[in-house]
């Protein structure tokens, strides 16, 4: 009897103990970061100097302005570098976009989009920005075809967009 006394106050005081030792620990969520403000353009991507909105490029969607026709060349080169150093100084540039990347379908309203690399990319649907992310670098340069191969372009592939909506057309 003494024994299973001893053992009923040890486990009593083990309890305790455990439960003091949580009491004091505070569970705190690691800090958000939160989002980065993006500002819009002001000034060229290449050189650096105040942008002139008459001359600008339109690449990947995206409009971007410059301080002189000389720039548009070099960004056209290498646009990944510029839109990285864009996306690390918060800088945001004008979308253009008319069209879902993924479907080809006319963008009725931007609210589905993505911010990838220094470009806002806006989709018709959760699902096509969801196959932009698994191969952004091929649609991007699809983003860049002119309208009217991209149109045909869009022909030739109608039956794979088809399967990747799970239907006959596109409906939301």
């Known amino acids: 009897m003494k024994l ?3 053992f009923t106050m040890m486990l009593a005081m083990l309890f305790i103990a455990s439960f003091s030792v ?3 620990e505070t569970t ?4 958000k970061d939160a989002p980065k403000e993006l500002k819009n353009q002001t000034n060229c991507p290449v050189m650096g100097g105040k942008i002139d909105s008459a001359i600008y490029t339109d690449i990947q969607g995206q409009r971007v302005y ?7 060349k070099k960004l056209k080169a290498d646009p990944d570098k510029f839109f990285k150093k864009a996306a690390a100084d918060g800088i945001l540039f004008e979308n253009i976009q008319e069209t879902c990347p993924v479907s ?3 963008l009725e309203d931007k609210s589905v989009y993505t911010d ?3 470009r806002r990319i806006y989709f018709c649907c959760k699902k096509c920005r969801g196959t932009f992310n698994d191969d952004p670098q091929k649609f991007l340069s699809k983003m860049d075809m002119p309208a009217k191969e991209e149109k045909e372009g869009m022909k030739m592939k109608g039956k794979m967009d088809m399967e990747h909506h799970g239907q006959e057309g596109h409906d939301h």
């Open 66 to 72: 410059h301080c002189c026709p000389m720039c548009s």
């Open 4 to 6: 299973t006394r001893l």
């Open 116 to 118: 990838y690399e220094g």
């Open 104 to 106: 080809g379908e006319k």
């Open 28 to 31: 705190k969520e690691a800090p």
């Open 22 to 24: 949580n009491a004091g």
